[in-house]
């Protein structure tokens, strides 16, 4: 069995290549299709809204693809991320287990994001692209590429769900910082933007109208691309530097994880952290049990259906065989904007569906409080979306201080809270509840998925 740590980093642990689970799969995943034909895409359809760069990754099958020098000198500002052993947690939680956090929260932007935003940019800018556009939900990735963009001299235009939009106002102020341009959305700067307006105008917005506004500009205009903060293919491929890293820090700390755990909204932290340790298995190595946790107002892993549908609410994007609520459904205003997608990255459906990921969900509440368990213990206030990962390890560890059954549980800490503080002053003083989603809505979106044969 190959062991991809051995090959895969430098002599500062710092990797060389991503890691690309589709080599290894037992099953190929079903492909992506064009939204009008039905038939699948073809990279020169894809041109439209995103460099040959990114598409070679997206339909690649080769198992190691080269990180290239620029982007790897950026990723040295902060990679490799520190790996800490939960030493005070385990003692408040009086458990056998051993408890390792791998932390993305110190990248500049605060969150695992910044892996994909730099190399995205790289392409676009190799490419003489001048504009990029895309989505963000609680601003975590529209914060990484409006940095990434500063950096390859790239403008950036961002779409900002609107609920996120109003409740994290120094999301915002950071994209502007870096010269990207923030709009709340649904907007009245697009097309399907003023269609989604006319007909309820006080839409609070959604990741799959913001994804619509940006793709559309992006194949209007031939200086502009769209960048993807999760989902498809390359993202994933981008945020393995995560996992591969984790297993060679775990290898010096002579530690093998019995589980890896990371939350899940598009299913790019989760996957950056438990693909080379899936990949492994898949070429006959040892089983690690993968858990993806979401917010159970918004589960498409753990309660949608698997099937085709538009990664958008305008429908102007691929069709993706995933695990959806439906392109039209909109979540409630929960506090974990990134997570509040309708859709799961294809990969992580596919795999979930082969049996390699145990998807679970909880509520919001719950999450939030052992967010501030955590961070009386280790010191660090986790982002909203990662408490769904902290509230998942301290349950298997209570679990461990039931059975008395020592395991080891690596999670990944996908950014830090430090933006997010309306909503620990919320949870603080009483004002958030649990919130869910209505299931006549799932249905109706359901019913409007595309027809496949």
Same mark, same amino acid.
């Given at each position: ?40 895409? =073809? ?15 997206? /339909? ?53 994001? +910044? ?73 009245? %700067? %697009? ?22 506004? +940006?793709?559309?500009? +992006?194949?209007?205009?031939?200086? %502009?691309?769209?960048?993807?903060? =999760? ?27 019995? /589980? ?41 892993? %753990? ?40 859709? /799961? ?31 009386? +213990?280790? =010191? ?59 299931? =006549? ?13």
């Amino acid at each position: 069995m190959s062991d991809p740590v051995k090959y895969l980093l430098d002599e500062q642990h710092l990797p060389r290549f991503w890691y690309n689970i589709n080599a290894d799969l037992p099953e190929p995943m079903f492909p992506p299709l064009n939204p009008v034909t039905r038939q699948p895409l =073809s990279a020169e359809e894809l041109e439209v809204i995103f460099p040959r760069g990114v598409i070679e990754q997206e /339909m690649s099958t080769e198992r190691e693809i080269e990180i290239p020098g620029p982007v790897r000198d950026v990723l040295r500002q902060w990679r490799p991320s520190p790996l800490y052993r939960a030493r005070r947690l385990e003692q408040a939680l009086d458990t056998p287990a051993k408890i390792f956090y791998k932390y993305e929260g110190v990248s500049p932007t605060g969150s695992h994001k +910044a892996n994909s935003a730099v190399a995205q940019a790289f392409y676009n800018k190799v490419e003489g692209v001048k504009r990029l556009t895309t989505e963000t939900g609680a601003g975590q990735w529209g914060s990484s590429l409006a940095l990434a963009g500063s950096m390859f001299g790239l403008e950036v235009l961002v779409y900002m769900v609107k609920v996120s939009f109003n409740q994290k106002p120094y999301r915002r102020a950071f994209m502007e910082a870096f010269g990207a341009r923030c709009i709340a959305s649904p907007s009245d %700067t %697009t097309e399907c933007g003023r269609k989604i307006l006319a007909d309820t105008p006080d839409n609070t917005g959604s990741l799959g109208m913001a994804i619509s506004e +940006a793709v559309e500009l +992006a194949a209007q205009n031939d200086d %502009t691309k769209y960048a993807l903060g =999760s989902v498809l293919n390359h993202v994933l491929l981008h945020q393995t530097v995560i996992g591969l890293e984790a297993q060679k820090q775990l290898e010096m700390a002579d530690a093998e994880p019995d /589980m890896v755990i990371g939350c899940t909204g598009g299913g790019s932290n989760f996957a950056g952290i438990a693909f080379p340790f899936i990949g492994d298995h898949l070429r006959g190595g040892r089983k690690v049990q993968c858990i993806a946790v979401e917010p159970s107002a918004c589960p498409s892993l %753990t309660k949608g259906k698997f099937a085709y549908d538009y990664g958008d609410t305008a429908q102007i994007s691929p069709i993706c065989k995933m695990h959806t609520l439906g392109a039209s459904f909109v979540p409630p205003g929960f506090h974990a904007g990134g997570l509040r997608y309708h859709g /799961m990255a294809p990969l992580v459906s596919h795999l979930t569906e082969l049996g390699h990921i145990d998807p679970r969900s909880y509520n919001q509440l719950e999450c939030f409080a052992a967010g501030l368990q955590f961070a009386k +213990a280790e =010191s660090i206030l986790p982002a909203p979306e990662s408490n769904h990962a902290v509230r998942a390890a301290i349950h298997e560890a209570e679990k461990c201080r039931e059975s008395g059954e020592s395991k080891t549980i690596l999670f990944n800490l996908s950014g830090h809270g430090n933006f997010d503080m309306q909503a620990y002053t919320d949870y603080i003083g009483g004002k958030l509840k649990d919130l869910d989603y209505a299931e =006549s809505e799932v249905a109706m979106a359901l019913a409007g998925l595309p027809s496949v044969d």
